[in-house]
């Protein structure tokens, strides 16, 4: 089940590389919640749909280069990893910034996994 759980935020980082934000919305439930901004979580389709088109405008290429920690208790897993993204902004402007996500998963009746809630800067408290 611990692969499962990695395997569901990779699949959905992939998607979102893409810019496949169809498939990125199938990864979350319905009223998942996400920071797309430190300390400023939004939920509602709208809001999730215009803050991954945005993180997929830069292009982005991520990388887990130190690995996933999962802990799993009945439906409900948390996936802790550091992240590190480099892209383009729109004037051209490289872009790399990193972080640590923390990201809550619920198992679903079909044997998958969606992600509830999604801090990809929970770092942001450490001092």
């Not at 498939?23 to 215009?50: H, I, K």
């Not at 590190?84 to 998958?112: C, E, F, K, N």
Request: glycine letters at 8%.
């Amino acid at each position: 089940m611990r692969q499962n759980v990695i395997d569901t935020v990779s699949a959905m980082t992939t998607a979102l590389e893409h810019g496949d934000i169809d498939t990125v919305m199938s990864f979350y439930v319905d009223d998942a919640v996400v920071a797309f901004e430190p300390g400023t979580p939004v939920r509602g389709e709208q809001q999730l749909r215009a803050g991954f088109a945005a993180f997929a405008a830069v292009k982005p290429d991520f990388r887990y280069d130190n690995g996933h920690e999962v802990m799993i208790t009945g439906d409900t897993a948390v996936h802790i990893a550091p992240w590190t993204m480099s892209g383009i902004a729109p004037d051209g402007t490289p872009i790399a910034q990193s972080g640590l996500s923390v990201a809550t998963l619920r198992h679903q009746a079909d044997g998958s996994w969606k992600i509830m809630l999604d801090n990809p800067f929970g770092a942001r408290l450490i001092p």
